[in-house]
């Protein structure tokens, strides 16, 4: 655990002297971000939105059966999501910013139940994962936030309550023991801290207050629609609203040789999708986070990245990745490089070991270090792997003899 914290401390003082950048002034930086960058950034919005789009029969198969679920959960959680106190601060998805641009809570379930059906939508699909993520975020913010101030504003206080009162519907829900499970949401958060940025980090990129819709990595989702389009889709995602995430120019620069993207920070909302996917799907407490009592013999090493925990390198884990991956690459929230660490943990690979043995590694040093620029390619594979795209049928060229 001390090593835990002396990266975390690394990680994040060493970020606060430098120059920050908006996403949406890129192009306006010289000399950092590339043709490259920007073709990675595309790839990735088109390989999550292609998926959202036309998801294959085994990811379909574990869309259907999280979406059931999530929709009663919807259900039970009715008067929270229509609260007015609680949107935004805590539940998203049904907000006039959201996936679905202000729908009720039966609105919601019907448009995330109908993901089991064949008249499904790729926002749909959306809608339901990023509901989903709201409701694991309730989850752990309730059990791991102390309550406001008395000098709080009355939002954050309206927050905290929200959490409060969804914790105890969430957890009957699920099937598990209030206290227990409080127990293990903790020991997850504490666990996860050390691969995702803090909150002072988070209040650090958006102190400025700004709230802009998402389209795709780096905003290019307009562009990644035109070529689904061209494949024969006829439903496209919506934008969903975001704080403006600003962006360290010396991550970038880190990252310049390479073409990766960042979105913002290595993501937190990754796992606790996966958190909650495991809840829900296998009616079990993750055992991902516990490398390497599950796992005691695997040389987690960058080398050996084939070598996997088998009892999680399963074909339904497999598909949740890319579940996850759709959405926040499709989305436009996280990007490859920012999801790759927390995806390769849950199909039992995990190299953080490697790069706490070395305490001196910034998060820059990270950056070179664990992924070598490879992200875009690994996390658009898996995403390709769970995509049926239609076959395109060539065109007959006129005058031909059709005998």
């Known amino acids: 655990m001390k090593s835990l914290c002396i990266i975390s401390f690394v990680l994040i003082g060493s970020l606060f002297a430098a120059k920050i950048l908006d996403p949406k002034n890129l192009e306006?930086?010289?000399?950092?971000?590339?043709?490259?960058f920007k073709?990675?950034?595309?790839?990735?919005?088109?390989?999550?939105?292609?998926?959202?789009?036309?998801?294959?029969?085994?990811?379909?198969?574990?869309?259907?059966?999280?979406?059931?679920l999530v929709a009663k959960l919807v259900t039970k959680l009715k008067a929270q999501l229509d609260d007015p106190k609680c949107q935004g601060g805590v539940y998203r998805s049904n907000t006039q910013n959201g996936a679905t641009g202000g729908a009720?809570?039966?609105?919601?379930?019907?448009?995330?139940?109908?993901?089991?059906?064949t008249s499904a939508t790729p926002n749909d699909r959306m809608v339901c994962i990023t509901t989903m993520g709201d409701i694991a975020q309730a989850m752990v913010d309730s059990q791991v936030k102390s309550a406001p101030a008395q000098t709080a504003e009355q939002k954050d206080k309206d927050a905290w309550k929200c959490q409060q009162d969804s914790y105890p519907i969430i957890a009957a829900f699920l099937g598990f023991d209030a206290?227990?499970?409080?127990?293990?949401?903790?020991?997850?958060?504490?666990?996860r801290s050390a691969n995702s940025m803090t909150?002072?980090?988070?209040?650090?990129?958006?102190?400025?207050?700004?709230?802009?819709?998402?389209?795709?990595?780096?905003?290019?989702?307009?562009?990644?629609?035109?070529?689904?389009?061209?494949?024969?889709a006829t439903s496209f995602i919506n934008q969903i609203g975001w704080p403006v995430q600003k962006i360290e120019e010396t991550r970038l620069k880190?990252?310049?040789?390479?073409?990766?993207?960042?979105?913002?920070?290595?993501?937190?909302?990754?796992?606790?999708?996966?958190?909650?996917?495991?809840?829900?799907?296998?009616?079990?407490?993750?055992?991902?986070?516990?490398?390497?009592?599950?796992?005691?013999?695997?040389?987690?090493?960058?080398?050996?990245?084939?070598?996997?925990?088998?009892?999680?390198?399963?074909?339904?884990?497999?598909?949740?990745?890319?579940?996850v991956l759709g959405f926040l690459q499709g989305a436009g929230f996280h990007s490859s490089f920012e999801n790759h660490l927390c995806t390769n943990q849950y199909t039992g690979f995990n190299y953080w070991p490697s790069i706490l043995a070395d305490s001196k590694k910034t998060d820059t040093?990270?950056?070179?270090?664990?992924?070598?620029?490879?992200?875009?390619?690994?996390?658009?594979?898996i995403l390709a792997s769970f995509t049926s795209e239609p076959v395109q049928k060539k065109r007959q060229k006129r005058g031909s003899n059709l005998k």
């Not at 990675?40 to 574990?62: C, H, I, M, V």
């Not at 206290?179 to 666990?191: I, Q």
């Not at 990270?366 to 594979?381: L, Q, S």
């Open 254 to 323: 880190a990252l310049a040789p390479s073409g990766e993207p960042w979105a913002g920070h290595i993501t937190g909302s990754g796992p606790e999708c996966y958190f909650m996917m495991d809840l829900l799907l296998e009616k079990k407490f993750p055992i991902w986070i516990d490398y390497p009592l599950y796992c005691p013999k695997a040389n987690f090493k960058l080398e050996n990245l084939n070598e996997r925990c088998s009892v999680l390198n399963t074909p339904q884990r497999k598909a949740r990745t890319a579940i």
């Open 179 to 191: 206290a227990k499970l409080s127990e293990k949401v903790k020991e997850f958060s504490t666990k």
């Open 365 to 381: 040093g990270h950056t070179d270090y664990a992924i070598k620029g490879k992200a875009t390619a690994e996390m658009n594979k």
């Open 104 to 117: 009720t809570a039966d609105k919601l379930a019907e448009a995330i139940a109908r993901v089991a059906t």
């Open 199 to 232: 909150k002072n980090k988070k209040k650090e990129e958006r102190a400025n207050g700004e709230f802009k819709k998402r389209s795709g990595i780096y905003y290019t989702g307009p562009d990644a629609d035109k070529k689904l389009k061209e494949k024969g």
């Open 28 to 36: 306006e930086v010289t000399g950092v971000v590339t043709d490259k």
């Open 39 to 68: 073709a990675n950034a595309l790839a990735q919005s088109y390989a999550g939105r292609a998926f959202l789009t036309w998801p294959n029969k085994d990811a379909n198969t574990e869309l259907s059966n999280l979406c059931r």
